[in-house]
């Protein structure tokens, strides 16, 4: 096949279904899949096979530490560190590097606020994915394994499916700290949409995260909510004003 075609297809089709993975792994790692946390780790992992880069195991990690820490100051790895914000506002041009390559901001930003160490199921977790790529380059050679790498990195960069990323915590609206979406895009993201139900029952699986909404209206359907995707995206980077800061910031609490 011709090069651009392959480019095209691992970051349409690739991009597409990979970011339906991570969201599988969201939920596996919010041990959703069952009341059993081995099994849940063990599904997140085999659902990291298709992107190439081991990663499952580690975004559980530091996942539990963006709810456990909601927006606080170095201990958030969702919240962008302080020289970041600095930088989208001294230069607007560097909101669109941190959405070009956002999935690099939320790989390394962890090793900035914590003590990078390694635990076993993760060491586990590189073990397997590097012997799955190892196996896809031997039997299908190195356009398979580049295809995978190419199409695991695009699904959380500049992406369509990725635009919840910046839907959910951004504030939009001053001193709303959360966001729901409802649209169509709810489909192939797994109900990731209805984040503030998810925050609120992290351990709601997401195929019930709607119910929430619906049997509890008095507590969402008043706060603003998102419909479109694209609008988020043009706010986000078409508003010169529009910057990193734009996050509701708390101070953690002392020891």
Same mark, same amino acid.
């Given at each position: 096949?011709?090069?651009?075609?392959?480019?095209?297809?691992?970051?349409?089709?690739?991009?597409?279904?990979?970011?339906?993975?991570?969201?599988?792994?969201?939920?596996?790692?919010?041990?959703?899949?069952?009341?059993?946390?081995?099994?849940?780790?063990?599904?997140?992992?085999?659902?990291?096979?298709?992107?190439?880069?081991?990663?499952?195991?580690?975004?559980?990690?530091?996942?539990?530490?963006?709810?456990?820490?909601?927006?606080?100051?170095?201990?958030?790895?969702?919240?962008?560190?302080?020289?970041?914000?600095? =930088?989208? /506002?001294? *230069?607007?041009?560097?909101?669109?590097?941190? %959405?070009? #390559? $956002?999935?690099?901001?939320?790989?390394?930003? !962890?090793?900035?606020?914590?003590?990078?160490?390694?635990?076993?199921?993760?060491?586990?977790?590189?073990?397997?994915?590097?012997?799955?790529?190892? =196996?896809? /380059?031997? *039997?299908?050679?190195?356009?398979?394994?580049? %295809?995978? #790498? $190419?199409?695991?990195?695009?699904?959380?960069? !500049?992406?369509?499916?990725?635009?919840?990323?910046?839907?959910?915590?951004?504030?939009?609206?001053?001193?709303?700290?959360?966001?729901?979406?409802?649209?169509?895009?709810?489909?192939?993201?797994?109900?990731?949409?209805?984040?503030?139900?998810?925050?609120?029952?992290?351990?709601?699986?997401?195929?019930?995260?709607?119910?929430?909404?619906?049997?509890?209206?008095?507590?969402?359907?008043?706060?603003?909510?998102?419909?479109?995707?694209?609008?988020?995206?043009?706010?986000?980077?078409?508003?010169?004003?529009?910057?990193?800061?734009?996050?509701?910031?708390?101070?953690?609490?002392?020891?």
């Amino acid at each position: 096949m011709p090069i651009w075609f392959v480019l095209l297809n691992a970051y349409v089709v690739g991009g597409f279904f990979c970011h339906t993975l991570h969201c599988c792994i969201h939920d596996f790692m919010h041990f959703c899949g069952g009341c059993n946390m081995t099994i849940n780790k063990v599904l997140a992992v085999i659902c990291n096979i298709p992107m190439g880069l081991p990663s499952a195991i580690s975004f559980g990690k530091y996942h539990a530490d963006h709810h456990n820490f909601l927006n606080e100051t170095r201990r958030d790895p969702d919240l962008p560190l302080p020289w970041e914000s600095k =930088l989208s /506002y001294d *230069y607007p041009f560097y909101k669109y590097v941190f %959405y070009a #390559i $956002i999935e690099f901001f939320y790989a390394l930003r !962890p090793i900035f606020m914590h003590n990078p160490s390694m635990r076993m199921d993760e060491a586990l977790n590189y073990i397997f994915i590097f012997t799955s790529d190892y =196996l896809i /380059y031997h *039997y299908w050679g190195l356009g398979a394994f580049l %295809y995978i #790498i $190419i199409s695991g990195c695009s699904s959380i960069g !500049p992406h369509p499916a990725a635009i919840h990323i910046i839907a959910e915590h951004y504030e939009f609206i001053k001193g709303q700290e959360t966001y729901d979406y409802i649209g169509w895009w709810n489909i192939p993201n797994l109900n990731l949409g209805y984040h503030l139900e998810h925050h609120d029952f992290p351990t709601c699986p997401w195929w019930n995260l709607r119910k929430i909404r619906e049997i509890a209206p008095e507590y969402y359907e008043y706060l603003p909510y998102h419909t479109n995707y694209w609008k988020v995206l043009k706010n986000f980077l078409g508003d010169k004003n529009f910057n990193l800061y734009y996050r509701t910031i708390r101070i953690p609490e002392k020891p």
